[in-house]
């Protein structure tokens, strides 16, 4: 990575993780993809259950299988018979001691902003597991929440694309706003602060560029 790259990344997670803590969140700053992983595993005793959202970021730290092993309880999502089971496993999953999962955009104002095919990360950030630990790339820290619903609506085709749905976005390349029964685009949150539930949500910012 170009210097100057690493320098904004730097820069914008360290700003994050302030205006994080100063929401109500614990937030905590890391140097690299790497580093945040070790962060998450120990933050997650072990025998603890375990969920995550469908998250690339989660999926290339290499943590997926680490939570497989006998160290966890694991809500596997993902090696399912179809979505009728993984739709259980996703009801599931909101009694889990800890979800693991990325975000699709935090705001320079401390919002987290998720949108979902199914609802299962966007509502499991809101209330049901016991805790959360998101860990977003510095690429994913936005000015606003208008800035956030763009940045959705740029990575959402992508998304699509890549978990093989057939929505018009996968044909055009950007969102076209559509009423597909494929759309990935059914469900929103938006968390404001960490303020009701103190010392439930840890937010590890990592100064690259990671996930969708
Ligand atoms: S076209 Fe539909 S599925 Fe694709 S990004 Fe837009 S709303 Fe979401």
Redo the contacts with the bound molecule.
């Keep these: 990575m170009h210097w100057v790259k690493k320098w904004y990344w730097q820069k914008t997670a360290e700003d994050a993780v302030k205006i994080l803590n100063d929401k109500g969140y614990t937030a905590m700053y890391a140097e690299t993809a790497d580093d945040a992983k070790q962060m998450v595993l120990d933050l997650i005793p072990e025998g603890s259950s375990v969920a995550v959202g469908g998250s690339v970021t989660i999926g290339d730290m290499g943590l997926i299988d680490i939570f497989r092993s006998d160290k966890y309880k694991f809500y596997e999502r993902f090696n399912t018979s179809g979505y009728a089971e993984t739709y259980q496993v996703y009801r599931q999953s909101f009694l889990a001691d800890y979800l693991v999962t990325s975000s699709n955009a935090i705001t320079r104002n401390g919002e987290i902003v998720n ?1 979902d095919s199914s609802g299962n990360r966007a509502g499991q950030i809101i209330l049901g597991p016991e805790k959360v630990i998101i860990v977003v790339g510095a690429n994913k820290i936005v000015d606003d929440l208008n800035a956030a619903f763009e940045r ?2 740029v990575v ?2 992508q998304n ?1 694309k890549r978990i093989g ?1 057939h ?4 044909e ?1 390349g950007y ?6 029964p ?4 059914n469900a929103t949150s938006i968390i404001h602060n960490g303020r009701k539930h103190p010392g439930r949500y840890t937010v590890i910012v990592v100064a690259e560029e990671l996930g969708f």
């Design positions: 949108t959705i609506r959402a085709p699509a749905h929505c018009p976005c996968v055009t969102c076209v706003d559509c009423d597909h494929e759309s990935v685009c």
